[in-house]
């Protein structure tokens, strides 16, 4: 969570060019920053929007057999159950 804080804290400020998340953190880390944000609406959604506004863009996740996972929770059915 203390990661989620100074992230929050400098995302709405960013000045110049934005990052590449990925150069910065693993998709896990992104991913779980993206969820922790969800119960966080006012700093939440200007972080979800840093990282919109970064390109990021989630990838596939793999079975063992090296096929793309069809069926999974995304943090954008969360975000919309939760009216974020």
């Not at 000045?15 to 880390?29: A, I, M, Q, T, V």
């Not at 993206?34 to 990021?56: K, M, N, P, Q």
């Amino acid at each position: 969570m203390a990661e989620q804080s100074e992230v929050t804290r400098i995302s709405p400020s960013w000045k110049g060019r934005l990052p590449n998340l990925r150069d910065c953190f693993k998709s896990r880390e992104i991913e779980r920053l993206l969820a922790d944000s969800i119960e966080c609406r006012d700093v939440g959604y200007a972080f979800v929007e840093f990282v919109a506004r970064s390109g990021y863009r989630d990838a596939p996740k793999l079975d063992a057999c090296g096929e793309t996972i069809l069926r999974r929770s995304m943090l954008l059915h969360r975000c919309a159950a939760r009216r974020f």
